[in-house]
């Protein structure tokens, strides 16, 4: 378990590196930007979460409420990174391959309320 933690709190170390670049710099403001930055403040809540499962394992006969809340947390964490993953892999993959903005606005709305019930039904 201590190892599992170690690993935890390198990748905190790394990830916050990588926030305070990230954010110290100018960027354009697109909707990609905002995606890449939302999965970026996700994997910190991911990680703090994931280190927060470790310590409420290791205490689970003291604590059992809060065991299952963090759990139920991080797994709620995990359905919405994969969601904003998704979202963000398919505005880069098709942006620029539709030239109709008519057409992407309406697909658009239909993914948007696709993944949104996709969204309340796992969750």
């Known amino acids: 378990m201590q190892i599992c933690m170690s690993v935890i709190a390198c990748s905190f170390v790394y990830l916050s590196l990588l926030a305070i670049t990230y ?9 990609e930007t905002k995606l890449y930055t939302l999965l970026l ?3 910190i809540i991911g ?5 927060s499962c470790c310590l409420t394992v290791m205490n689970m006969d003291k604590i059992p409420l809060l065991n299952i809340f963090v759990n139920r947390m991080y797994l709620i964490y995990f359905v ?3 969601l904003v993953f998704t979202v963000y ?14 057409y ?6 239909i993914i948007k309320k696709m993944f949104l019930f ?4 796992s969750l």
């Open 118 to 121: 996709l969204y309340a039904v």
């Open 47 to 51: 990680l703090a979460l994931e280190f």
């Open 104 to 109: 992407v606005n309406s697909f658009k709305c």
């Open 89 to 102: 892999v398919y505005n880069v993959s098709f942006t620029d391959v539709i030239n109709n903005k008519n």
């Open 80 to 82: 919405t990174y994969i």
């Open 41 to 43: 403040v996700l994997n």
């Open 23 to 31: 954010f110290n710099k100018e960027r354009v403001k697109t909707f």
